[in-house]
């Protein structure tokens, strides 16, 4: 079991920056791939970033690259998404996610097993 709890969301303005983290309990966390997904209102839910079991993989969904850095600190049980370049279109509710373990990067949803609560990122323009 892996209990996943998000901080770090707020509001800021565009161009602007913030650094989401996602603390997880639970001893399959280091052997787990980690994703950070979001939701808009009146969209679906949207994936944002994903990364492999030790951090030496990640993929970006396009609308991100090259703003977004995912990282995992294993000793902290901990992934972080740096979130730089804000837009107003990254408003949204963020998650982060656990997959079981042994598998690498992920960006279907239905893969993961395990969720936050999630965090608001408002961006105003």
């Known amino acids: 079991q892996v209990q996943l709890v998000e901080s770090g969301g707020g509001s800021v303005q565009a161009g602007g920056s913030l650094r989401l983290s996602c603390a997880a309990s639970?001893?399959?966390?280091?052997?787990?791939?980690m994703g950070w997904f979001r939701q808009a209102p009146g969209k679906e839910r949207e994936f944002v970033a994903g990364?492999?079991?030790?951090?030496?993989?990640?993929s970006y969904a396009d609308s991100v690259k090259g703003r977004f850095t995912f990282s995992r600190d294993n000793a902290k049980k901990t992934v972080y998404l740096q979130m730089n370049s804000l837009k107003s279109e990254d408003t949204a509710v963020y998650y982060c996610?656990?997959?079981?373990?042994?598998?690498?990067?992920?960006?279907?949803?239905?893969?993961?097993?395990?969720w936050g609560q999630g965090t608001q990122v408002t961006v105003s323009s």
């Open positions: 996610a656990a997959a079981r373990q042994g598998l690498g990067v992920i960006t279907n949803p239905s893969l993961y097993v395990y």
């Open positions: 639970g001893r399959t966390f280091s052997s787990s791939a």
């Open positions: 990364i492999n079991w030790n951090g030496g993989r990640t």
